[in-house]
Nanobody, 125 residues
Framework: QVQLVESGGGLVQAGGSLRLSCAAS????????MGWFRQAPGKEREFVAG????????YYSDSVKGRFTISRDRAKNTVYLQMNSLKPEDTAVYYC??????????????????WGQGTQVTVSS
């Protein structure tokens, strides 16, 4: 059974940092795309960051570019999201997603086969 389990969320003041982790089990994701999405209250889930494969190209939404960094630990089958210079508008539930369907866009929610349960990030002003 494939599972993605996020951790590392919490409450932080504006300007602070958090690192989210997403540990995968049940199969290796080293050759697969992995992504981070987020959903704020009353809003649709949106793309945050993605990585085509371990060591491959990375992509970011304009709202987090320069502040967030996606990375992977191949040996641990884990993907991270380092979030710096956090803003109150970054407050959301953050979801990890894995393995996009062939021909799909890394930016699209519908592309991903597997999802984690989410972790809450709250940024206070």
């Amino acid at each position: 059974q494939v599972q993605l389990v996020e951790s590392g969320g919490g409450l932080v003041q504006a300007g602070g940092s958090l690192r989210l982790s997403c540990a995968a089990s049940g199969r290796s994701f080293s050759s697969s795309a992995m992504g981070w999405f987020r959903q704020a209250p009353g809003k649709e889930r949106e793309f945050v960051a993605g990585n085509l494969w371990s060591g491959g190209s990375t992509y970011y939404s304009d709202s987090v570019k320069g502040r967030f960094t996606i990375s992977r630990d191949r040996a641990k089958n884990t993907v991270y999201l380092q979030m710096n210079s956090l803003k109150p508008e970054d407050t959301a539930v953050y979801y990890c997603a894995g393995d996009t369907r062939s021909g799909s866009s890394i930016y699209s929610m519908a592309a991903y086969k597997y999802w984690g349960q989410g972790t809450q990030v709250t940024v206070s002003s």
